[in-house]
């Protein structure tokens, strides 16, 4: 009974205030989007967070399913799936997991997050590669965006157009920086209305599948929620577009301009 207060106070206390932190989301967030190449949808997405426990202990356990439907499905069937299990009052990752299912591939990986032990860095432990010392502070590849919602899109008003942030991340069993180039704010059409948000555009690498560094573009609600509501990814072969088709559990409503359908 102790413990089950406890959780529900928490869970209650939480997702509004940590340590003085007002948060952009919360336990309980579940947002769908579609995956489309011009008119064809190729795939969707789900991302989830909820309260739960490991190792005795009070988590926010974030999970992002992708796969492929229709003709794609058919042509290269995916299914990817991330895990994290974050910290809710350090907002840092404790627990990775990256479970990858694409054509014939497969790949499963578990990442252990220490972020105490040491002051000057942290201890990772892969079941894949074993011990690695990283930078203090890292997160894993889907923590980094609730941090970007939490810590720094709140005061996105402190940097202007062409400014770069750079989160360090644990992707893949390496260190993988993640560097966001801050476009401003524009007006983005979705399939169910207009909404106002901040862009970003994360450095890619120029390549096999990249032309430019500027070839992945995110946009984030530009309301309290800072939801990631669209992503573009401008490939050799066309340009893919991932944007949310449903949501729940929001904080704040999504400052969305519905679309009528009488009129376009």
Request: contains cysteine.
């Amino acid at each position: 009974m102790k413990h089950w207060l406890y959780f529900l106070t928490l869970l209650i206390i939480l997702p509004f205030k940590a340590n003085g932190q007002t948060y952009s989301y919360a336990p309980g967030e579940k947002v769908s989007y579609i995956i489309h190449y011009g008119l064809i949808n190729g795939g969707l997405a789900e991302l989830e967070m909820v309260a739960d426990t490991l190792d005795g202990k009070m988590v926010w356990h974030s999970k992002i399913l992708g796969r492929t439907t229709g003709i794609a499905d058919a042509l290269f069937k995916v299914l990817d799936i991330y895990e994290s299990f974050i910290d809710p009052e350090t907002q840092l990752p404790v627990k990775s997991i990256r479970n990858i299912r694409e054509g014939r591939y497969r790949r499963y990986n578990e990442v252990l997050f220490d972020h105490k032990t040491r002051s000057d860095s942290a201890i990772l432990t892969s079941d894949l590669t074993g011990v690695h010392i990283a930078p203090p502070g890292i997160h894993d590849i889907l923590s980094c965006f609730y941090w970007m919602r939490n810590q720094i899109l709140p005061s996105i008003e402190n940097y202007k157009k062409g400014d770069m942030i750079t989160i360090v991340t644990w992707f893949t069993d390496e260190l993988y920086p993640i560097n966001m180039r801050y476009l401003g704010t524009e007006e983005v059409r979705l399939r169910s209305g207009r909404i106002k948000c901040h862009k970003f555009n994360p450095v890619t690498e120029v390549g096999r599948l990249f032309k430019t560094e500027d070839d992945v573009s995110f946009w984030f609600s530009a309301d309290k929620n800072f939801l990631p509501v669209k992503i573009r990814f401008d490939i050799f072969v066309g340009g893919f577009i991932c944007e949310v088709v449903n949501h729940q559990g929001l904080l704040y409503p999504l400052e969305i301009e519905v679309r009528k359908k009488d009129t376009e």
